[in-house]
């Protein structure tokens, strides 16, 4: 772990620089408004350790799978989030030497992360290498009022100097992705222009045709006054520029101010994105810093009103928690439904960027919880309208008849990740779907979704498991063989739990789903049926023999569940064991020496017993939590905020806490040494349900709130606020009592350690 961070709670605050840290520090101060989005790099050229990465929401690139050889059902390609045309780069030369931190010496060096504001702020002192000494204030934030914008203010004082001086200002389309299979640039030029006042380039992605253009303006001022500079405009290949010639003045702060705009096509007319981009730059060059500053500041004050928790006692958890808060919010908004959760957000490009199934398990309870219910839902339409995509995933291996099987890795519905053990027998996810819908359904009571999307989906899942299971005559039950669960330190096994469990879930959740659309609205019903075939007699026979007779592996002696079979045969080992040089093991260790241990990624077994709590006793759940937490290493950053959930629910007081830590604190402390390729943003979504269900002991039953709430003995208190069914409530929870406020909607009955409580 790393613990350079500054505590606080509303900022990120790094103080000294680093080059060796740099890289990690990039991911954690990014910024994004859910368009468009940059890693924290620098202004100003920067020679050292750096992941240089702007990211595009929606567009990608399907970059050819490489693989050592090639079996039927490999996808063609992975689709990779592109690092895209840079609008940031201010570049100073004063005399005839470059502005760059790693060739200088660097003091002062002070760097925030305003979550509050959304903004990041950088200042230093460099002593350049013929012993100018200058200062530099950098202020940067992408609009959340116009996600199609981007401005800095960048002040420059020389300390103990005049000097002539260049300023670049730059627009740079000739980037690569750091994650490339074979150093292939993904973008082709389109135009460039350049002009003084002005720089724009548009480029387009190969094989997918998606344009961006990019351009910049700029004013400059000092002392107020409005400033001209001598300006040269040049171009060269995928880049335009104005260099700006200025005399600097000893004592005297020169201020630029650079505006940017990322314009995609998945929103414009490609014919019209360049006249619409150079309105756009006049536009905001007329308004200036402050009014952008002010229309971005306002949506996050909106924002921080809906979701804001605070914490009084402990400033790490507040400002762990707020930080996977603000990195959620930047990253989606919800304002379009062909737009989902990738993995690191706007802050790298591992994992490609693209969908997984930590947007239905993990995310969907956050968007539920803090915005309105159209946002949710547009999570689900994604996936509906993804149908098609996954019956055809399925044709590729083998399916039929319409059983659709759910992308692990996804841009555009189709499957685009090519590790056979994980896309292909980490099957659980295509469920994720399904009970997501159950989620969103409880949670909004919006059982109509079922009507207008959800049933096709489920009955398209259905007819999946109905195909993937086989009948065991030995047991005598249905099995599901080669499959890999929540865990990936296990691959290929037969009969995982958790698999099996919601495979069976999902069977008798569509047979209900049927029975409610069929009675609700037979119209509509028989709409489906007939697009479908679906042949409701002898595929519900089926499905109901399936879950009345899944196979679910058990141990009578110890009493507990059975991950999967021959879990017992693995020497049984702590993790408390484990040597500190040995961690973690997915650095440390062969792939052969982890698929032989016992150890456990993440939560499997117990991922189920929390999705479906209510199906367990408490002792159930005690010894099965007891059993596996300690063979756990937490090296999903997904891992730590179930055991949250199941230790508060256990009143494993203690245990909630520092698994609460390290699911809000995984990015800010570098936990799992990785932070420098991006944040885990769809994790963050766990620290949320962490408070919310595990210390809040929130649940939806019967349509009805409840909480069981307790408060860590570090803190004085703590609060949420949860927006339910158009009601807004508010939960305080202190150390000897909990108050539980209706701050808008219709007057309600929640229920509160049992007891029922009206509000309003």
């Given amino acids: 772990m790393k613990h350079y961070i500054k505590h606080h709670e509303w900022q990120i605050i790094e103080e000294g620089f680093d080059p060796h840290l740099n890289r990690i520090s990039e991911s954690l101060f990014s910024l994004g408004n859910g368009r468009m989005g940059q890693r924290a790099n620098f202004e100003e050229e920067y020679s050292g350790e750096t992941h240089l990465g702007s990211y595009v929401a929606g ?12 079996k039927n059902g490999y996808p063609e390609y992975f689709a990779k989030v592109l690092n895209a045309p840079s609008w940031i780069g201010i570049h100073l030369k004063i005399g005839k030497t470059s502005l760059d931190l790693a ?13 509050k504001q959304g903004t990041l702020h950088r200042s230093f002192t460099a002593t350049l290498r013929d012993g100018k000494k200058v200062k530099i204030d950098a202020t940067r934030f992408c609009s959340m009022a116009d996600g199609e914008i981007g401005v800095i203010r960048y002040s420059v004082t020389p300390l103990n100097f005049s000097s002539s001086s260049t300023i670049t200002l730059g627009i740079d389309a000739n980037v690569v992705n750091k994650d490339s299979n074979y150093d292939e640039k993904f973008w082709d030029e389109v135009s460039k222009e350049s002009k003084a006042g002005l720089a724009l380039v548009s480029a387009q992605t190969k094989k997918t045709f998606f344009q961006v253009i990019t351009g910049m303006t700029y004013a400059l001022t000092s002392g107020g006054k409005k400033l001209k500079g001598i300006v040269r405009a040049s171009k060269r290949e995928k880049y335009a520029d104005n260099v700006v010639q200025i005399k600097l003045k000893k004592g005297e702060e020169l201020v630029i101010y650079k505006y940017g705009v990322v314009l995609s096509s998945e929103n414009h007319p490609k014919a019209k994105m360049t006249q619409v981009a150079r309105k756009k730059l006049k536009d905001i060059l007329a308004k200036g810093f402050d009014k952008l500053f ?41 304002a379009d439904e062909r737009l989902n959760i990738g993995p690191k957000g706007f802050t790298g490009e591992k994992y490609g960027g693209s969908t997984y199934w930590d947007t239905e398990a993990y995310c969907l309870p956050f968007y539920l919880g803090t915005s309105d219910p159209k946002v949710a839902r547009n999570l689900l339409v994604y996936r509906y309208k993804h149908l098609g995509k996954a019956i055809e995933n399925g044709k590729k291996l083998g399916f039929k008849d319409g059983a659709a099987f759910y992308p692990f890795v996804t841009m555009n519905g189709e499957e685009c990740h090519n590790e056979w053990e994980i896309t292909f027998e980490e099957i659980h996810r295509t469920s994720a779907m399904a009970y997501a819908m159950r989620d969103y359904i409880e949670y909004t009571g919006d059982r109509d979704y079922l009507t207008g999307f959800g049933l ?4 398209g899942i259905s007819r999946f498991w109905n195909q993937r299971v086989n009948w065991s005559e030995e047991k005598g039950k249905y099995v599901i063989l080669g499959v890999t669960g929540p865990n990936e330190y296990e691959n290929n096994v037969n009969n995982n739990w958790y698999t099996n469990y919601l495979g069976s879930w999902t069977l ?53 569940i059975l991950q999967q079979d021959g879990f017992l045969d693995k020497e049984l080992i702590p993790v408390k064991n484990l040597k500190p040089e ?4 997915n650095q440390k260790w062969s792939w052969d020496r982890i698929l032989r241990s016992c150890f456990i990624k993440q939560a499997d077994v117990l991922q189920g017993i929390f999705l479906f709590e209510d199906d367990f006793d408490l002792e159930t759940v005690r010894r099965n939590f007891d059993f596996y937490e300690p063979m756990t290493v937490h090296e ?12 508060s629910k256990l009143g494993y007081k203690e245990q909630a806490y520092n698994f609460y830590l390290r699911t809000a604190r995984l990015d800010l402390d570098d936990y799992n040494n990785d932070t420098e390729d991006g944040c885990h ?80």
């Fill in 294 to 334: 002010a229309d971005h500041t306002d949506v996050w004050a909106h924002k921080w009103e809906e979701c804001d928790i605070t914490i009084d006692g402990d400033v790490a958890a507040q400002q762990g928690i707020r930080f996977n808060i603000f990195q959620l919010m930047q990253t989606y908004t919800g």
């Fill in 508 to 560: 008798r959740f569509t047979m209900e789903a049927v029975d409610f659309v069929k009675k609700s609205n037979p119209k509509r019903y028989a709409a489906i049926t007939a697009k479908i075939n679906f042949q409701e007699k002898a595929e519900m026979d089926k499905w109901k023999h399936i879950s009345e007779n899944m196979y679910f592996p058990y141990d009578p002696k110890r009493n507990v």
């Fill in 582 to 585: 040995d961690r973690p093991l």
């Fill in 59 to 70: 567009v990608y690139y399907p970059d050819k799978t490489r693989v050592g050889w090639w």
């Fill in 681 to 760: 943003i769809t994790s963050m979504a766990g620290t949320w349900m962490s408070l919310v269900k595990g210390f809040g002991g929130m649940r939806v039953k019967e349509g009805k709130l409840h909480f069981t709430p307790y408060i860590p003995d570090q803190w004085k208190s703590y609060s949420f606020r949860l927006e339910f069914r158009g009601r807004v409530v508010k939960v305080k929870v202190s150390k000897d009592k909990t108050d539980v406020v209706l701050e808008s909607g219709q007057p309600m009955e929640v229920m509160v350690g049992g007891k029922v409580v009206g509000l309003g």
């Fill in 636 to 647: 999903s950053s997904l891992s730590p905020c179930v055991h949250v959930i199941l230790a």
């Fill in 103 to 115: 060739h200088c010496k660097v003091q002062d060096f002070r760097r925030v992360l305003d979550m």
């Fill in 456 to 459: 096709e989906v489920l009955i």
